[in-house]
């Protein structure tokens, strides 16, 4: 579930950076969002491998 919010974040993203209409600073958040929540999804990975 945690990579499909990131996937979902990661588009919205992209979509905001070649539309020509964008919300300014959150564009940016939701690709920190995203980075995070991958990075979240790594480090629970490896706890339990």
């Known amino acids: ?4 919010i ?3 974040l990661l588009v919205l ?4 950076l070649v539309s020509s209409y964008t919300l300014g600073g ?5 690709v ?3 980075v995070i929540a991958l990075v979240v999804g790594l480090v629970q ?3 339990v491998v």
């Open 13 to 16: 993203w992209v979509l905001g």
């Open 32 to 34: 920190a969002l995203a």
């Open 45 to 47: 990975r490896r706890r």
């Open 26 to 30: 959150f564009v940016h958040l939701l």
């Open 6 to 8: 990131a996937v979902i």
């Open 1 to 4: 579930m945690l990579w499909t």
